[in-house]
């Protein structure tokens, strides 16, 4: 049972590039999420979604896309990177209510 | 929009020694969570509390959640190597699609 599988787990951009990071979860999760964290900022949550073709911004959407086709795979795109998106990137997914959330091993990028 | 404070930011204690970790909001909170991150790791559900006035344990853990419903605790008692790690509490914010983390607490256990 792998839970939820990050990739890439790292990548060096350069500033304008685009890049999309994947998550996958076979937990038949209904709630997905994306968090970026940063050194003693905790974690912020930039888009989530409840169910399969549906999303919604969290507390810092600005500069990310995201897209769930598939209830498994939740999708979040940079389209033109900038140094301030260097940061680690979290996903999780969790059942509807108030749950706890199971995380990914993470992906860490740097732009540059 | 809603914030969860965490203090202190950072704690290190010789090893046998307890440690508490609070997490305070300005508003009232419908349910709390509590999550363990080791260095280079990612974070792991710990626990949530519900019921104002709420005592779990988990083993060495101690988990209380205010009467009002307003605060949180985590106390371990006699710490050990493996208790490192930052440890973060969350609470749900506008409907539980939303969690708001607190910035964490980094504990440190020297042997």
């Known amino acids: 049972n792998a839970g939820v599988t990050q990739t890439p787990k790292f990548r060096v951009l350069k500033t304008g590039q685009s890049m999309t990071l994947l998550c996958a979860q076979d937990?038949?999760?209904?709630?997905m999420y994306w968090y970026r964290q940063d050194p003693g900022m905790g974690l912020r949550l930039i888009h989530y979604?409840?169910?399969?073709?549906?999303?919604a911004k969290g507390e810092v959407p600005d500069g990310y896309n995201v897209s769930r086709l598939k209830k498994q795979n939740f999708l979040l795109g940079l389209e033109s990177a900038a140094p301030s998106q260097t940061s680690v990137y979290f996903c999780a997914s969790s059942g509807p209510g108030p749950r706890g959330q199971h995380f990914g091993d993470g992906t860490r990028l740097s732009i540059l | 929009g809603q914030q969860v404070m965490q203090i202190p930011q950072y704690q290190h204690v010789q090893e046998g020694e307890d440690f508490t970790t609070y997490c305070n909001s300005s508003?009232?909170?419908?349910?709390i969570q509590w999550y363990k991150q080791r260095p280079g790791g990612h974070p792991v559900f710990l626990i949530q509390?519900?019921?104002?006035?709420e005592v779990k344990k988990q083993k060495r853990l101690t988990f209380q959640f205010g009467e009002a419903k307003k605060n949180s605790s985590l106390h371990i008692t006699a710490t050990q190597t493996t208790d490192v790690g930052t440890y973060f509490c969350a609470a749900f914010s506008g409907g539980y699609n939303k969690l708001i983390f607190g910035a964490g607490t980094r504990l440190a256990v020297h042997p």
């Open positions: 979604s409840v169910g399969e073709g549906t999303t």
């Open positions: 509390l519900v019921k104002s006035g």
């Open positions: 508003t009232t909170l419908s349910n």
């Open positions: 937990m038949n999760h209904e709630y």
